[in-house]
């Protein structure tokens, strides 16, 4: 585990895995996930340099006083001065969710820098439903005792959307998301004011044009992974993501919502193959 200083004076958490000489894999995790989000995926790349950070406000980076800028054009800086900070000059980068639309972001201003593309369950279209389930849970502790319980209910809720994931899986993703608080209860491993930035960023007008953002991946290696039971990324999204992109890889993880863990079968080929292609 390791530190660096952001241009505007925020220490940030990240984690640098690996060969120094092999192909560097930038993961960039979800709107309120961490380094952690890539725990099942880790073992299976271990060939590679694998960077993983925490955006500021998430995880063990620092919160920042003015959470507007809790943006993806902040957040994706951050990760350009993080790649400057380790000398790196070009990645692969596996975007999970907010991570993808960091992805696309940086297809824009530095476009230079991406070897390759892993868009894990994220597109230019995001379904209003599924911004809604977003918001009903963004900076809200759950009102549970332990991490033992907050496990069950991830099984409970996303039984239908994820059949079939045993419940020591989502002991980890539990572990990952929470921590147990020392007088009992469990506290968000994020900032609660992020949904202060998200209200006040929607509030603020319409964003970019992810299409626009997204056409500029066009000449970079680019997969795409879709949980069959996603309510972020619909299947006629992937299907026009494809149609723009020519040679766009695609795969649809069976018995997977929004996100899959990436350990998958069909997720772990397309991670492959950007690889391969990034050579």
């Not at 585990?1 to 925020?10: I, P, Q, V």
């Not at 960091?102 to 994220?122: K, P, T, Y």
């Not at 069909?266 to 990034?278: G, H």
């Given at each position: 585990?390791?530190?660096?200083?952001?241009?505007?004076?925020?220490s940030l958490h990240y984690?640098?895995?690996g060969d120094t000489g092999?192909?560097?894999?930038?993961?960039?995790?979800?709107?309120?996930?961490?380094?952690?989000?890539?725990?099942?995926?880790?073992?299976?790349?271990?060939?590679?340099?694998?960077?993983?950070?925490?955006?500021?406000?998430?995880?063990?980076?620092?919160?920042?006083?003015?959470?507007?800028?809790?943006?993806?054009?902040?957040?994706?800086?951050?990760?350009?001065?993080?790649?400057?900070?380790?000398?790196?000059?070009?990645?692969?980068?596996?975007?999970?969710?907010?991570?993808?639309?960091?992805?696309?972001?940086?297809?824009?201003?530095?476009?230079?820098?991406?070897?390759?593309?892993?868009?894990?369950?994220?597109?230019?279209?995001?379904?209003?439903?599924?911004?809604?389930?977003?918001?009903?849970?963004?900076?809200?502790?759950?009102?549970?005792?332990?991490?033992?319980?907050?496990?069950?209910?991830?099984?409970?809720?996303?039984?239908?959307?994820?059949?079939?994931?045993?419940?020591?899986?989502?002991?980890?993703?539990?572990?990952?998301?929470?921590?147990?608080?020392?007088?009992?209860?469990?506290?968000?491993?994020?900032?609660?004011?992020?949904?202060?930035?998200?209200?006040?960023?929607?509030?603020?007008?319409?964003?970019?044009?992810?299409?626009?953002?997204?056409?500029?991946?066009?000449?970079?290696?680019?997969?795409?992974?879709?949980?069959?039971?996603?309510?972020l990324l619909s299947e006629?999204?992937?299907?026009?993501?494809?149609?723009?992109?020519?040679?766009?890889?695609?795969?649809?993880?069976?018995?997977?919502?929004?996100?899959?863990?990436?350990?998958?079968?069909?997720?772990?080929?397309?991670?492959?193959?950007?690889?391969?292609?990034?050579?």
């Open positions: 585990m390791a530190r660096f200083t952001t241009s505007d004076g925020l984690e640098d895995e092999a192909q560097a894999v930038l993961c960039l995790a979800g709107l309120t996930r961490n380094t952690r989000d890539f725990n099942f995926v880790a073992p299976h790349l271990r060939d590679c340099r694998l960077i993983r950070m925490d955006y500021r406000g998430r995880g063990l980076s620092d919160r920042d006083a003015d959470c507007m800028n809790y943006n993806i054009v902040r957040e994706a800086q951050d990760a350009v001065e993080l790649l400057d900070h380790l000398g790196l000059k070009r990645v692969v980068l596996i975007g999970t969710s907010r991570g993808g639309l960091i992805a696309m972001a940086l297809s824009l201003s530095h476009a230079e820098r991406l070897a390759g593309v892993v868009l894990n369950d994220i597109g230019p279209e995001v379904s209003a439903e599924g911004i809604a389930r977003i918001m009903d849970y963004v900076g809200k502790t759950p009102d549970l005792p332990d991490l033992d319980t907050a496990a069950e209910r991830l099984k409970a809720v996303h039984a239908s959307d994820f059949p079939g994931v045993p419940l020591e899986r989502w002991r980890a993703q539990a572990e990952a998301m929470f921590e147990e608080r020392a007088g009992g209860g469990l506290a968000l491993r994020y900032d609660p004011e992020l949904r202060r930035a998200l209200v006040g960023q929607a509030g603020a007008g319409q964003g970019p044009d992810l299409w626009t953002l997204f056409d500029h991946l066009s000449q970079t290696p680019l997969a795409v992974i879709r949980g069959a039971n996603s309510d006629a999204t992937l299907e026009k993501m494809a149609a723009r992109h020519p040679g766009l890889i695609a795969r649809t993880v069976p018995d997977r919502g929004h996100v899959p863990f990436l350990d998958e079968e069909e997720s772990l080929a397309a991670i492959r193959a950007v690889l391969e292609q990034a050579k």
